[in-house]
């Protein structure tokens, strides 16, 4: 399957990031070992975390077996209190396994990154990518890399933009949130 639209190949954002998108970028120290590296990558490919931060996924398959596939997500940001859909997004997995080399990665000498990526296809409101990251760097830290960029897909989207920019800076702390709550479990 070929990628959606221009966007592609995959960007991570930082210095070059698109012309006229916004860009989130977060990184957060989940622990050391190789044996936590293996677990939190295994949570991020399975779908885990997204569901853990209210996503609803409807993917087949870890996101390793399904490149070039379009899912739907839809998101619920209180599933245990109230189980409303507020948007559905579709997304084609652009990558998984080993990031392909791109601008803002910020990966250190010896560092073993693996993960996965999607762009959102052209039924959603906005036009982006992210990219999910799982680090093992030499000192033995493991770090989760959430990389991103958005724009509204057409100018109707633009008066509405900044609620939805809201409504991403909750989904990714959502996702941070639940990836404490998944490493404090075990």
């Known amino acids: 399957m070929t990628p959606s639209s221009a966007l592609s190949p995959p960007h991570y954002g930082g210095p070059d990031t698109p012309t006229g998108f916004r860009e989130i970028r977060y990184d957060l120290r989940v622990g050391v070992g190789a044996a936590l590296h293996t677990r939190v990558l295994a949570d991020v490919g399975s779908w885990r975390l997204h569901r853990e931060s209210g996503l609803l996924v409807g993917a087949t398959g870890a996101a390793s077996d399904i490149v070039g596939a379009t899912i739907r ?15 559905t997004v579709h997304c084609e997995i652009l990558w998984a396994g080993i990031p392909p080399e791109g601008p803002g990665l910020d990966l250190m000498p010896g560092s073993i990154a693996r993960g996965f990526g999607y762009e959102a296809d052209p039924r959603h409101r906005e036009e982006g ?36 920019l809201l409504g991403q800076s909750y989904a990714s702390h959502g996702y941070l949130r639940a990836l404490r709550r998944l490493t404090r479990n075990r």
């Open 73 to 87: 997500m839809r998101y619920r940001p209180l599933p245990r209190l109230v189980p409303i859909t507020l948007t």
């Open 129 to 164: 990518q992210e990219h999910f990251l799982i680090t093992h760097e030499p000192d033995d830290a493991v770090w989760f890399r959430l990389r991103g960029f958005w724009r509204p897909r057409a100018p109707r989207w633009s008066p509405i933009y900044p609620l939805t």
